[in-house]
């Protein structure tokens, strides 16, 4: 009986096991035969329906701080080809019950990594924020740990603007020839498809694999021209958009440059202006008149025998670079008075010294030394290659005019660029039209990305609403302003635009210096 019984047990299991086999083998063959039908309706199926390997990103930051990397095609045009990592970061809601779903960040750029963002100090999301949304980052195609672009650029070709000097523009020409032609023996077809509207299709697939219908959105700098260009390309997709200094899309480009000129003089009309009234603390002259003078004597006198700046050599075209001090009013007379004393036979001015830059997180590490700046050009030029004149003599003339118009900063903006060799993007750049309904958050003295600018963005997105900072100084509004801060967070938490466009008045007092900039923002943007 024991034997018979064991025999029975044994026969049911064989078939039992029979069975289970077969049913698993039906199971895989109709996963299969369902995801083969997917794949052929959707050819990015595979890519947003891929179930990421999340990991902690690093030992310092908390666990529940993770880390994956996506697939993602590098030609949309062609899903089956080549493929490109796109490195992700989560930060969970606080409340399940709360919960509104994702919030994505971006941080500017175009070659700004934003990875570290849920968790990094530059960010300052209130908690309700927090409770609502899952805090999502990621480094852009090209940039950090996606894939990066790297060209072997030397650090003299890093560096993005040289002033015009008819005795350097062969010089100038080479450079920036070389930083072209760098940069297509390296990466070869692949630059083509570093662009703009590549990373908004990025975003779409990170949103379609972490189960949203919709996303929302943080975008700082160049971040608000990246928002702008998804809301146009996925206009069902995008929830609650805030675009924090934003571009004028239409001149995204050389354009972007040579606005940045106009807006300088009016800073530096409006900083004299201050000035000549604080003659007493700086000595910098009485009138407006008169302190331009001293600062344009200066910049001559750095040209003839540049100023130790803390043990570095600043010339006339030195000083002209930090054009951006000039949008904070008390940091440039400070700065300015400083480099006269040292002129003068003073001590060097400690407000100069650069600041060292954070440690990357562990995630973070092993990034090619020059891909902050050849993923910036990569972008910035696949995305606008044809504003980019091809002749070198263009340019020359534009730097010449330009700095007629525009002493300060105008033959910076308007001298050769590497676009000017590039290889063009796969596909014309996105015009940015639309009735999304966006929050534009705006300090009025902002030197990468112009009120005017804020103001066209803001126009081109006819859903959208507008807070302004009056006397608001800077680049980035984030954590600056309560009043302009409140409105942001009000949107996110329950979707609710201002009625109208607000102005808000500038803290006094308040300054820090949050997120990263633009282009063109590591010319003294201090």
């Known amino acids: 009986m024991r034997n018979t019984r064991i025999a029975s047990l044994t026969g049911i299991g064989a078939v039992a096991a029979f069975f289970s086999v077969l049913c698993s083998a039906l199971t895989s063959a109709t996963a299969t035969s369902v995801s083969e039908a997917s794949a052929a309706r959707d050819p990015l199926w595979q890519y947003t329906h891929q179930t990421p390997r999340w990991e902690r990103c690093d030992a310092k930051n908390p666990a529940a701080y993770q880390c994956a990397t996506l697939k ?6 062609d899903p089956g080809g ?23 960040l971006n941080p500017g750029g175009p070659g700004g990594p934003g990875l570290n963002l849920p ?10 924020v927090k409770r609502h949304f899952d805090l999502v980052g990621f480094d852009p195609r090209g940039v950090g740990r996606s894939s990066p672009v790297a060209c072997g650029l030397t650090r003299e070709e890093q560096d993005a603007e040289p002033a015009y000097r008819a ?27 570093l662009t703009t509207r590549n990373t ?65 003089e009016l800073a530096f009309a409006r900083w004299s202006t201050w000035t000549a009234r604080r003659h007493a603390t700086y000595h910098l002259g009485r009138t407006p008149a008169e302190v331009r003078k001293t600062f344009w004597d200066l910049v001559a006198r750095a040209d003839r025998r540049p100023i130790d700046d803390n043990g570095t050599p600043l010339t006339g075209d030195g000083i002209r670079a930090g054009r951006a001090m000039f949008f904070r009013v008390r940091e440039a007379a400070e700065r300015v008075a400083g480099l006269k004393r040292t002129a003068e036979g003073g001590k060097p001015d400690p407000s100069g010294t650069p600041r060292p830059a954070p440690a990357p997180s562990a995630f973070a590490r092993d990034v090619p030394p020059d891909n902050e700046a050849a993923s910036a050009w990569a972008v ?3 995305d606008t290659r044809a504003s980019w004149p091809r002749d070198p003599e263009r340019y020359r003339g534009d730097a010449i005019r330009d700095r007629a118009r525009y002493p300060l900063y105008g033959d910076f903006a308007s001298t050769i660029k590497p676009c000017a060799f590039w290889t063009p993007g796969s596909e014309p750049a996105t015009t940015v039209d639309d009735s999304s309904s966006a929050l534009i958050v705006q300090n009025e003295w902002d030197p990468q990305t112009p009120l005017a600018g804020a103001r066209a963005m803001h126009r081109a997105l ?38 109208g466009d607000l102005t808000c008045r500038a803290s006094a007092g308040s300054r820090r210096n949050p997120v990263r900039g633009g282009p063109g923002a590591g010319q003294g943007d201090h």
């Open 72 to 77: 993602v095609p590098l030609d949309y045009s």
């Open 82 to 104: 080549r493929k490109t990592d796109i490195a992700i970061s989560r930060l969970r809601a606080g409340s399940v019950k709360e919960r509104r779903g994702v919030l994505l």
């Open 119 to 128: 968790v990094g100090p530059e960010l300052s999301l209130p908690p309700a």
């Open 167 to 193: 005795r350097t523009f062969a010089k100038d020409v080479r450079r920036a020839r070389a930083v072209a032609a760098k940069c297509r023996a390296r990466e070869g077809d692949r630059l083509r498809h």
């Open 200 to 264: 908004a299709r990025d975003m779409d697939v990170i949103r379609a694999m972490l189960g949203e219908e919709k996303i929302s959105y943080l975008g700082f700098s160049y971040g608000t021209y990246l928002g702008a260009v998804y809301t146009q390309m996925f206009p069902r997709r995008a929830d609650r958009f805030v675009l924090d200094s934003a571009a004028d899309p239409a001149a995204y480009g050389r354009g972007m440059f040579r606005s940045m000129a106009q807006a300088t």
């Open 380 to 382: 910035l030029c696949a």
């Open 462 to 499: 006819r859903g959208s609403r507008m807070v302004t900072v009056a006397g608001g100084e800077g680049h980035i509004v984030h954590g600056t302003n309560s009043c302009a801060d409140r409105s942001t967070t009000l949107y996110l938490t329950t979707g609710r635009l201002p009625a």
